[in-house]
């Protein structure tokens, strides 16, 4: 099984969770909607031809921007089980008729150059094996000046140990790399983008939400014992990056916007 086909087996164990977990994560009462979608949808109004989520999961996205933005999305996943989701989510809340949804890697898109007016990836890009060529594959899919708006978790711009990584692989082996803002940067504008804006926020996530959102599925108490071993071990300037207590963490989400140039 390929490192895709073990995200998908992932996905098909979290998927019932998965949309309680992200509004829980955010602590508020609209929880993920609240904070994120909203940025996004207002980077992206406008666009009048079809957007592609790229990692549309269970489509918790597309559906607030087809509901916000009146367009067509089509939504690609490594997972069966995500877009099953997606779709029973599409169905149920009437908006099916502009959402389609494709099985494929984010990496090796089936659509022709340029056909789409605007793209979205959320909590996502971390998985992908080789971030450069998937972020060419992200231009070639985009016509000329359309936008393309970047969420994911990030690491500090300071973490020059790989920290945050270490204790994301500790309870997550399908996890291949989070970057800073910079770095995302340094990855998009050799494939033909340019950076517009970006948006950092910040949340404390407690150790028993991360080990219920991720441990539960790749090996529970023996990959909480890993992350735990990780975080004794660390220096104190590493815990200080992330404001680390003691059952409790802070973490980074990032909003990258970048236009297609």
Same mark, same amino acid.
């Given at each position: 099984?390929?490192?895709?086909?073990?995200?998908?087996?992932?996905?098909?164990?979290?998927?019932?969770?998965? =949309?309680?977990?992200?509004?829980?994560?955010?602590?508020?009462?609209?929880?993920?909607?609240?904070?994120?979608?909203?940025?996004? !949808?207002?980077?992206?109004? /406008?666009?009048?031809?079809?957007?592609?989520? &790229?990692?549309?999961?269970?489509?918790?996205?597309?559906?607030?921007?087809?509901?916000?933005?009146?367009?067509?999305?089509? /939504?690609?996943?490594?997972? =069966? !089980?995500?877009?099953?989701?997606?779709?029973?989510?599409? =169905?149920?809340?009437?908006?099916?008729?502009?959402?389609?949804?494709?099985?494929?890697?984010?990496?090796?898109?089936?659509?022709?150059?340029?056909?789409?007016?605007?793209?979205?990836?959320?909590?996502?890009?971390?998985?992908?094996?080789?971030?450069?060529?998937?972020?060419?594959? &992200?231009?070639?899919?985009?016509?000329?000046?359309?936008?393309?708006?970047?969420?994911?978790?990030?690491?500090?711009?300071?973490?020059?140990?790989?920290?945050?990584?270490?204790?994301?692989?500790?309870?997550?082996?399908?996890?291949?790399?989070?970057?800073?803002?910079?770095?995302?940067?340094?990855? &998009?504008?050799?494939?033909?983008?340019?950076?517009?804006?970006?948006?950092?926020?910040?949340?404390?996530?407690? &150790?028993? =939400?991360?080990?219920?959102?991720?441990?539960?599925?790749?090996?529970?108490?023996? !990959?909480?014992?890993?992350?735990?071993?990780?975080?004794?071990?660390?220096?104190?300037?590493?815990?200080?990056?992330?404001?680390?207590?003691?059952?409790?963490?802070?973490?980074?989400?990032?909003?990258?916007?970048?236009?297609?140039?």
């Amino acid at each position: 099984m390929d490192e895709y086909g073990k995200v998908a087996e992932y996905y098909a164990k979290r998927v019932g969770a998965y =949309d309680s977990q992200k509004t829980a994560t955010w602590k508020s009462s609209g929880g993920f909607d609240s904070e994120v979608i909203p940025e996004i !949808a207002r980077q992206l109004k /406008g666009v009048s031809g079809p957007i592609i989520d &790229f990692g549309v999961g269970t489509g918790r996205v597309a559906s607030e921007l087809i509901q916000r933005l009146g367009c067509t999305v089509v /939504g690609v996943d490594v997972s =069966d !089980a995500m877009l099953a989701k997606a779709q029973e989510n599409a =169905d149920a809340g009437g908006y099916s008729g502009k959402l389609v949804l494709q099985r494929s890697s984010m990496d090796e898109l089936a659509f022709a150059s340029g056909v789409f007016w605007g793209g979205v990836s959320t909590s996502a890009f971390h998985y992908v094996k080789d971030p450069l060529k998937t972020a060419n594959e &992200f231009r070639r899919v985009l016509r000329k000046g359309s936008v393309l708006a970047l969420g994911d978790l990030v690491s500090h711009e300071n973490d020059t140990t790989h920290f945050f990584d270490r204790l994301e692989n500790a309870l997550s082996p399908v996890h291949q790399s989070y970057y800073s803002m910079s770095k995302r940067v340094s990855l &998009f504008e050799p494939a033909g983008f340019e950076r517009v804006t970006e948006k950092v926020i910040s949340y404390r996530k407690t &150790f028993a =939400d991360l080990f219920r959102d991720k441990a539960a599925y790749f090996g529970g108490k023996e !990959a909480e014992n890993r992350f735990l071993r990780i975080l004794q071990e660390a220096t104190p300037a590493e815990r200080e990056l992330y404001r680390v207590e003691e059952d409790a963490m802070e973490l980074l989400y990032g909003i990258s916007v970048f236009s297609a140039v």
